[in-house]
């Protein structure tokens, strides 16, 4: 597609609840990051693919995260068991390669109540 | 390990005035360099990065940045803003390919 697309780009859910949040990158686009921003802080690196292989998950949380990319293309971040902290906006970004500029989406938004 | 920090979380003037928004980060380590704008309802966008080479670097809507090693800072700046500047601005810092540190983030509100 011609730019990030993320969705849905506003989630309500309730504490407890599974969600998934997906992204689809910039076609032909080889890396895909995830990233969270708390309001008021600048975004947190959870997790990045190269093709369908989860190269770095060092910065998810918590093992109720966790996401994939099966083909290479589209990916997705799944929070189970959702709580109250997990409120936050989720950023989906992509690149050419590793190193190139990233994209960014417009991000999910989630508030779990 | 790398952090850093956007001294101000809002910064407000005129248009037309210059603008300044500050960046420090601290790394033991050679580090890249970035600037990203978000608009309102909008993603990140890449203003602009340093990498290596030329000190100063220029980015889109006459925006540019200076890299200062010793002073460990890469503050923003524009001569004249406009209206259409008003946006949310963060500073993150790379020392691998793919993992950025950010900021919190400035607010940079124009005034008429």
Same mark, same amino acid.
């Given at each position: 597609?011609?730019? /990030?697309?993320?969705?849905?780009?506003?989630? /309500?859910?309730?504490? *407890?609840?599974? /969600?998934?949040?997906?992204?689809?990158?910039?076609?032909?686009? /080889? $890396?895909?990051?995830?990233?969270?921003?708390?309001? *008021?802080?600048?975004? @947190?690196?959870?997790?990045?693919?190269?093709?369908?292989?989860?190269?770095?998950?060092?910065?998810?949380?918590?093992?109720?995260?966790?996401? @994939?990319?099966?083909?290479? $293309?589209?990916?997705?971040?799944?929070?189970?068991?959702?709580?109250?902290?997990?409120?936050?906006?989720?950023?989906?970004?992509? $690149?050419?390669?590793?190193?190139?500029?990233?994209?960014? *989406? @417009?991000? $999910?938004?989630?508030?779990?109540? | 390990?790398?952090?850093?920090?956007?001294?101000?979380?809002?910064?407000?003037?005129?248009? +037309?005035? %210059?603008? +300044?928004?500050?960046?420090?980060?601290?790394?033991?380590?050679?580090?890249?360099?970035?600037?990203?704008?978000?608009?309102?309802?909008?993603?990140?966008?890449?203003?602009?990065?340093?990498?290596?080479?030329?000190?100063?670097?220029?980015?889109?809507?006459?925006? +540019?940045? +200076?890299?200062?090693?010793?002073?460990?800072?890469?503050?923003?700046?524009?001569?004249?803003?406009?209206?259409?500047?008003?946006?949310?601005?963060?500073?993150?810092?790379?020392?691998?390919?793919?993992?950025?540190?950010?900021?919190?983030?400035?607010?940079?509100?124009?005034? %008429?």
């Amino acid at each position: 597609g011609a730019g /990030v697309s993320q969705s849905p780009r506003y989630k /309500v859910t309730k504490r *407890g609840q599974d /969600v998934a949040l997906r992204c689809d990158p910039i076609s032909g686009h /080889v $890396s895909l990051y995830w990233y969270r921003q708390a309001l *008021g802080q600048g975004p @947190e690196f959870l997790t990045y693919f190269n093709y369908e292989a989860q190269q770095d998950k060092s910065g998810l949380p918590n093992d109720r995260f966790s996401a @994939e990319r099966p083909e290479g $293309s589209i990916s997705t971040l799944t929070i189970q068991r959702t709580e109250q902290r997990d409120s936050a906006m989720y950023r989906c970004a992509s $690149s050419l390669d590793t190193g190139n500029t990233i994209y960014f *989406g @417009e991000g $999910s938004w989630l508030t779990v109540v | 390990a790398q952090s850093v920090t956007q001294l101000d979380s809002q910064v407000t003037v005129f248009e +037309e005035a %210059p603008v +300044e928004l500050r960046c420090n980060y601290s790394s033991s380590v050679s580090v890249y360099l970035f600037w990203y704008v978000q608009y309102p309802n909008q993603g990140l966008q890449l203003l602009l990065k340093y990498l290596s080479g030329s000190t100063l670097v220029k980015g889109i809507n006459g925006f +540019e940045a +200076e890299f200062n090693k010793s002073q460990t800072s890469f503050h923003l700046r524009k001569p004249s803003v406009h209206i259409s500047d008003t946006a949310e601005y963060f500073c993150a810092v790379s020392r691998s390919n793919y993992q950025l540190i950010w900021g919190a983030g400035t607010k940079l509100i124009i005034k %008429p």
